[in-house]
């Protein structure tokens, strides 16, 4: 056999490898992340406290594992839609909310809405726009469900 021969089958070997490799690191199998807090998220989500006119206040968030979310808050806000997660980097999750409803006057927020939560499982909160949010006692099914 000659050097020629000899180089081009190691050439094609290498290429082979290369192709083989960098299917592998970048192939159909990485587009689909696997979300280590997407069961966490599902509830309801409340923060309240009381304002500076010693008014009650409180904002709820609700996720559904059908992709649909609500938001409810006193003073009155209603808002509803569907949400997806587009991003999840160690506990930061980044959704996308869609089809946006407020319930007074039906009106629609047609462009999507991009918000960042983080959470923490240890002691069982979100944290939304830089405010935390605690699980509501009602939802335990879900509470314990997202704890594994």
């Not at 000659?2 to 290429?15: A, R």
């Not at 970048?26 to 599902?42: E, N, R, S, V």
């Not at 839609?81 to 039906?106: H, K, M, P, T, W």
């Not at 999507?112 to 939802?139: C, E, F, G």
Request: no cysteine.
């Amino acid at each position: 056999m000659s050097n020629t021969v000899f180089y081009t089958l190691i050439f094609m070997y290498l290429l082979f490898a290369a192709v083989f490799i960098a299917y592998y690191l970048i192939g159909p199998a990485k587009t689909q992340h696997y979300l280590q807090h997407k069961d966490f998220l599902l509830g309801t989500w409340q923060r309240k406290g009381i304002s500076l006119a010693n008014q009650p206040w409180q904002i709820e968030y609700t996720f559904s594992d059908a992709g649909t979310f609500e938001v409810t808050a006193n003073p009155p806000l209603h808002l509803k839609g569907n949400y997806q997660i587009v991003s999840e980097v160690e506990n930061l999750l980044l959704l996308e909310f869609y089809n946006i409803e407020f319930a007074r006057g039906n009106h629609f927020y047609r462009h999507p809405q991009h918000l960042q939560i983080s959470v923490d499982k240890r002691d069982n909160l979100l944290t939304i726009d830089n405010r935390t949010y605690r699980r509501l006692a009602t939802d335990t099914k879900i509470q314990t469900a997202g704890n594994g």
